[in-house]
């Protein structure tokens, strides 16, 4: 069984920044691309951002694209998402996956960490 451990989340006020943290277990790391999702309440999870096996190619929602910054450490198993400028929309609980591609962003593993709850005040 696969482990998920997102951390960094906070409250924060709209301008801000937070740095989410993403520790797996997954033994094959490095041959995996790897991304973030989210899911605001009453709304379906969404693709966030996406990095590649070693870290030379991302990719970005529209929504954030400018504003955060994906990045992995794979002798750490991790991934990392740098956050700046946050907005009131980006309020939501965060969680990373392994990807299957970059075209549709489809995780790899169904079970989902807790993820970790990003608030943004206005």
């Known amino acids: 069984q696969v482990r998920l451990v997102e951390s960094g989340g906070g409250l924060v006020q709209a301008g801000g920044s937070l740095r989410l943290s993403c520790a797996t277990s997954?033994?094959?790391?490095?041959?995996?691309?790897m991304g973030w999702f989210r899911q605001a309440p009453g709304k379906e999870r969404e693709f966030v951002a996406a990095?590649?096996?070693?870290?030379?190619?991302?990719y970005y929602a529209d929504s954030v694209k400018g504003r955060f910054t994906i990045s992995r450490d794979n002798a750490r198993n991790s991934v990392y998402l740098q956050m700046n400028s946050l907005k009131p929309e980006d309020t939501a609980v965060y969680y990373c996956?392994?990807?299957?591609?970059?075209?549709?962003?489809?995780?790899?593993?169904?079970?989902w960490g807790q993820g970790t709850q990003v608030t943004v005040s206005s």
């Open positions: 996956n392994a990807l299957r591609d970059y075209t549709n962003y489809t995780p790899v593993f169904g079970s």
């Open positions: 997954i033994r094959t790391f490095v041959t995996y691309g």
């Open positions: 990095i590649n096996w070693n870290g030379g190619t991302t």
